[in-house]
């Protein structure tokens, strides 16, 4: 049923709408509403056609070059079921800032950040029925872009498709905000100067599947990564930004090519300057921080990012030295980081900083 536009996007309705899902027993990303979102992209034709339909297989060339040399880009965002019955987006401008710069280091043509929002508004308002109303539940809100031109030489696509799903989803770990085990990988990196480690790609992920298949084999959650020159300065966990309290003061990498831009991370710091916490960006080594650990000084360890939010660790290994963090409990920071930012999310707290967008 063809429907009039929005936003400048055509609609088309599914007219066979899928079950809803039980909201208590939601996974991660295995459950997708009826809809997507598509915009084509030609070479002299520049974006077009935009347009929601039904969700359905994608038919693309077997020599598409998305195929052969993984230009793509992807972004992860969320919307919330409010207190009051409402539905929010998170700072969905930071995450069309992040398309930018990603597509720009994968020679990807740009696409407008306002539009950028609007498809995903569009796409939402077309779904919102699929939003689940139980704690710890969202919906996972997942944009990217494929270069599709069959095309087997070594330069940029010619033609793009830019896609939106959406997948109503639960905790990202089952456990929720519960402490993690964390390895310390000290053989394979995720991301090396001049590289695309700021960028989000499917690259990036699927060179660090080795490591995090080693650390679930040895009892661990998440694997934490050490820089790519030397194998002592701390990085990222995971898919993760890392954040060490150590003597007061909350450290965590610096930007600086390796280490990806999270709109959580950046959510983290804000709080925390606004609670008068004192941080320091900047590189500090995994040695550092065992000897902290060994004075006493290391009393919390966490990560932050979109799917679990904050993600206390309970346990850090690096090679035969193991350290209890916190007597294995969620620290005292990393509950207030998680309850001010899903309190913003929720609408339980107050949005002073103009973080939410409502749907």
């Known amino acids: 049923m063809e ?13 066979n709408p899928k079950a809803k899902p039980d909201p208590a027993s939601l996974g991660f990303g295995d459950v997708f509403t009826d809809h997507m979102f598509i915009l084509d992209y030609d070479e002299g034709e520049g974006w077009h056609d935009a ?8 038919c ?5 070059a998305v195929f052969h040399y993984a230009q793509e880009m992807f972004e992860g965002l969320k919307a919330y079921r409010t207190v009051d019955g409402g539905l929010k987006l998170f700072r969905p401008d ?8 990603t597509s720009d280091r994968l020679c ?5 950040e306002g539009f950028y929002v609007d498809a995903m508004r569009a796409l939402i308002d077309v779904d919102r029925d699929w939003a689940p109303d139980y704690d710890g539940t969202s919906l996972y809100i997942r944009p990217f872009v494929i270069a599709t031109e069959p095309f087997l030489g070594v330069r940029p696509s010619r033609q793009y498709k830019f896609i939106i799903i959406i997948s109503p989803v639960g905790p990202y770990y ?7 085990r964390i390895f310390v990988e000290d053989e394979y990196t995720r991301a090396a100067l001049g590289g695309t480690g700021y960028a989000k790609i499917g690259g990036n992920y699927a060179a660090s599947l080795k490591s995090q298949m080693k650390a679930h084999a040895l009892g661990f959650t998440q694997v934490l990564w050490l820089d790519g020159a030397e194998r002592k300065y701390v990085e990222e966990i995971g898919t993760s930004n890392a954040f060490f309290v150590m003597d007061g003061e909350v450290l965590t990498a610096p930007l600086g090519g390796t280490i990806l831009p999270g709109v959580t991370r950046d959510s983290v710091l804000t709080l925390l300057d606004g609670w008068g916490v004192p941080v320091k960006e900047e ?5 550092e921080v065992f000897d902290s650990y060994d004075a006493g000084e290391l009393s919390e360890v966490f990560a932050s990012g979109t799917a679990a939010v904050i993600s206390p660790v309970g346990e850090l290994r690096w090679k035969d030295r193991s350290m209890v963090i916190n007597d294995g409990k969620i620290g005292d920071l990393s509950q207030r980081l998680y309850d001010g930012i899903t309190g913003i999310q929720s609408g339980r707290l107050p949005d002073t900083y103009g973080w939410t967008v409502d749907l």
């Open 108 to 112: 990807i043509p740009r696409i407008d």
């Open 51 to 58: 347009r929601i339909e039904p969700y359905a297989p994608i």
């Open 94 to 101: 930071m995450n069309a800032k992040r398309t930018t710069r």
């Open 174 to 180: 089952k456990g929720g905000l519960a402490p993690t």
């Open 3 to 15: 429907t009039p536009m929005k936003y400048g996007i055509s609609i088309t309705k599914n007219p």
């Open 283 to 287: 590189r500090f080594t995994i040695e």
């Open 60 to 64: 693309l060339d077997p020599a598409a």
